[in-house]
């Protein structure tokens, strides 16, 4: 069911829409060879560590792109959050030039605080599917669908559970399952 924006897209990007929605998971071939990435990032983000955040998000994200046959991109890791009238922004994929970055926050804007691990990690599984979006699956802009909200849940899942840890409860933006 497409969100409530759908009805005002064009033809054209409704096709888009359509295309990202169907796609609800994205199997990977060896997420136990991501398990050490992500143990890694946790423990990053326990020790408040900026740049080795940044060193475990890049091989996280580089042994995703690996799997998921895609293009690389670049991750940084900046500090506090940036906040204005429409709220904290979380992360950011910019696509252009090549390679495509990815900019995820440690802290919130408001309290300073470290983020929480599983919404760090979410937040970069985010900006990384907007990165599949355009280079996976090939679309020519990439839209918040329940795919997609469904991809980024299958990939925090397996990602999880290869790391040895509890699966993550489903994300407030993740539609419930059918």
């Known amino acids: 069911m497409p969100f409530p924006y759908f009805a005002r897209l064009s033809r054209a990007r409704q096709r888009i ?52 046959a895609l293009p690389p991109a670049a991750v940084r890791v900046l ?26 926050w440690m802290r919130t804007a408001a309290r300073g605080n470290v983020v929480a691990f599983r919404t760090f990690l979410r937040t970069l599984l985010h900006e990384l599917l907007h990165h599949h979006d355009y280079e996976g699956l090939q679309l020519a802009e990439t839209f918040h669908t329940e795919g997609f909200f469904k991809r980024e849940a299958d990939l925090a899942r397996q990602l999880f559970l290869a790391a040895g840890l509890p699966p993550a409860a489903r994300s407030p933006r993740e539609p419930p399952s059918r």
Do not use: F, K, M, N
């Open 79 to 104: 500090a506090s959050r940036p906040s204005g009238d429409s709220g904290e922004l979380h992360g950011l994929y910019e696509p252009e030039p090549p390679p495509a970055r990815i900019t995820v």
């Open 17 to 68: 829409y359509l295309a990202s929605d169907a796609v609800t998971a994205l199997p990977l071939p060896d997420a136990a060879a991501l398990a050490p990435a992500v143990r890694e990032l946790e423990r990053a983000l326990a020790e408040e560590s900026r740049r080795a955040a940044e060193r475990a998000g890049q091989e996280l994200v580089d042994g995703l792109c690996r799997q998921l």
